[in-house]
């Protein structure tokens, strides 16, 4: 069960993008903290981790788009916590997100992984980004892989 990565080492310059939000800060700062430490972990440098905060999810596709566009990035992660609430508000911004991110990553060729939990409660939200259930590690190095699958296709 679950996901397992190859045991590859990070021998060559990567630039990985990290997009978070402030919406639910107290759900994405520990996934933004994983993330960052997992590449890390795996060798890329302090300069070589492009950081970009934005307002909520609903701004990650344009954040994804400007970053692509200015500072060449082998790859981006997105995060950001959308919770459900009484409207249908969520199920707007989850599918923009979702189709946005996506549809970026198609069109300009530069993968973007997709770190943004959809949760129905807070409970949830905090289970997911804390702890054993989190994957906010598992998205770093999906970058990473993805980063490396890029460049050797480029
Ligand atoms: C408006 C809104 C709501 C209701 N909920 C969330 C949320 O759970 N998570 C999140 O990241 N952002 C939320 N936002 C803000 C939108 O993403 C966006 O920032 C605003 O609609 C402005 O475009």
């Known amino acids: 069960m679950g996901l397992t990565f190859p045991d590859r080492k990070v021998d060559e310059k990567l630039r990985i993008g990290v997009i978070y939000t402030r919406w639910n800060a107290e759900f994405v700062g520990p996934m933004f903290k994983d993330v960052k430490d997992t590449l890390s972990d795996n060798g890329l440098k302090e300069d070589d981790i492009v950081l970009m905060q934005v307002p909520g999810a609903y701004e990650l596709p344009i954040a994804a788009r400007l970053m692509c566009a200015s500072q060449k990035v082998d790859a981006v992660v997105c995060l950001g916590v959308l919770i459900k ?13 979702t189709n946005g991110l996506m549809d970026l990553q198609l069109t300009l060729s530069t993968p973007i992984v997709f770190g943004v939990l959809t949760c129905r409660d807070e409970e949830q939200a905090k289970a997911r980004s804390l702890g054993d259930k989190s994957h906010a590690g598992d998205w770093a190095l999906t970058a990473i892989e993805m980063a490396q699958l890029r460049k050797s296709q480029m």
């Open 85 to 97: 609430g009484e409207t249908d508000h969520y199920e707007y911004i989850a599918s923009a997100v």
